[in-house]
């Protein structure tokens, strides 16, 4: 898959619009808490302002769905590309009001200005054409840079796309490189190849289930999405996170599975606890013991011995979704232990999805992973072989 590259375009001294995943997860007093994204995108950035060009970055950050919602205003990533590129950033008021337009506009030779947070306009999930049109009239180039947001067909990532020629529009050095190197790994895993999948819900990660199936020689299944697969073979889970109408889905991964001959592993034991909070009472139960009203919240010792057996002879491990609610050191063991076994092996490690990322960073390990994807789902959509909207618009064409 090649893609429309930055260095091919004729960006001297243009107007140059990058759509970036600036999407950061803030503590609560508003800091952002892990700069990761921001600071991949900063190569793209560095070439255009040495073209001399005139730079308008774009990005979302959480879900304001459609409304301006001043906790999700970009003011605080404007401030820290500020620190890290040492160069003054305008922050427009809006997205595609007044003084977007006016400052995008007056916009001059290596000034950038920032685009306030592109999901104020409802527009913008919607893949509205107006949108679309109205982003795209601020700059003679795109650039898309945001992986994390290349399998979703949004007005500043695939829609706007179509007002832009070859010539004018191309993937972004971070876009390029996670593209480059998930490619690799699905067109040439070296085996065994084994996938870990955590996190909350088998909802958003089911399709990505499915489809990897006939890709990886194991899955190994941790973190709330568990439950649903346990209590589709008959366990009594207690109250942890379940997706009752998902039951028979999860059946059918199994089966599935079975008749792949891909290895399917479900925790053995679990910390339950008594209620959803960190000062609560827990303890470590086989997986058939939960207590009655008592939820899973995190792989219990008995598994993480398990999974670390089952790793042992892996070659490529691609993880996304952590094995247990890490956000509390309490449930943070099962994670914590699995990031470490990861980062100690000699396989070609994969780690995509916001919460991992954020998870083998807390615990200093991030370094130890072969690769860090900026993107959860879409790294997932990737190496389940998917052609992402945000990438199909700017794939050179086979001739
Ligand atoms: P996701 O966004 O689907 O990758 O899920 C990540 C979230 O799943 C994290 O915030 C975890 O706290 C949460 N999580 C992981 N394990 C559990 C569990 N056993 N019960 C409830 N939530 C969980």
Redesign the pocket.
């Known amino acids: 898959m090649e893609l429309l590259n930055i260095k091919n375009l004729d960006l001297a001294g243009e107007t140059v619009f990058i759509r970036c995943d600036f999407n950061v997860p803030m503590d609560e007093f508003g800091n952002i808490s892990d700069d990761r994204r921001i600071r991949s995108a900063i190569s793209t950035i560095h070439y255009c302002l040495d073209q001399n060009c005139a730079v308008i970055l774009a990005s979302h950050l959480g879900r304001p769905e459609g409304q301006v919602v001043a906790k999700y205003s970009l003011a605080p990533v404007a401030k820290r590309i500020q620190q890290l590129l040492k160069r003054d950033v305008i922050l427009a008021s809006d997205v595609v009001g007044e003084d977007a337009l006016a400052k995008a506009a007056a916009l001059k030779e290596g000034e950038i200005l920032m685009l306030e947070n592109l999901r104020y306009e409802a527009g913008e999930t919607k893949n509205n054409e107006e949108l679309s049109k109205k982003l795209a009239s601020m700059a003679a180039f795109y650039i898309n840079d945001a992986f994390g947001v290349s399998h979703r067909a949004h007005a500043s990532v695939e829609g706007i796309t179509r007002y832009f020629d070859n010539e004018h529009k191309a993937a972004g050095f971070l876009l390029q490189k996670e593209i480059e190197f998930l490619g690799k790994i699905i067109q040439n895993p070296v085996r065994p190849f084994a996938a870990i999948v955590?996190?909350?819900?088998v909802s958003?990660?089911l399709e990505a289930l499915i489809n990897l199936l006939p890709k990886v020689d194991k899955i190994l299944i941790?973190?709330?999405?568990?439950?649903t697969f346990l209590k589709h073979l008959g366990y009594d889970i207690g109250a942890?996170?379940v997706e009752d109408d998902l039951l028979d889905e999860a059946g059918r991964i199994l089966e599935e599975a079975k008749r792949l001959d891909v290895k399917f592993y479900l925790p053995i034991d679990?910390v339950a606890a008594e209620k959803?909070s960190e000062d609560t009472l827990s303890k470590i139960v086989p997986s058939q013991e939960i207590p009655s009203g008592w939820?899973?919240?995190?792989i219990g010792p008995a598994t993480v011995r398990l999974y670390r057996e089952v790793l042992n002879d892996v070659q490529t491990i691609l993880w996304?979704?952590?094995?247990?609610?890490?956000?509390?050191e309490k449930?943070a063991r099962g994670?914590n232990k699995i990031a470490h076994f990861v980062a100690d092996s000699y396989a070609t490690t994969v780690v995509g999805?916001?919460?991992?990322a954020d998870l083998v960073q807390r615990i200093g390990v991030d370094e130890e992973m072969t690769f860090i994807s900026t993107g959860?789902g879409a790294s997932l959509e990737l190496l389940e072989g998917k052609i992402l909207p945000g990438v199909a618009s700017l794939m050179v064409q086979e001739k």
Request: net charge negative; glycine share 34%; charged share 15%.
């Open positions: 955590g996190g909350s819900k958003g990660k941790g973190g709330g999405m568990a439950f942890s996170l679990v959803f939820m899973g919240l995190d996304n979704g952590p094995m247990g609610v890490y956000e509390m449930f994670s999805g916001g919460d991992t959860g």
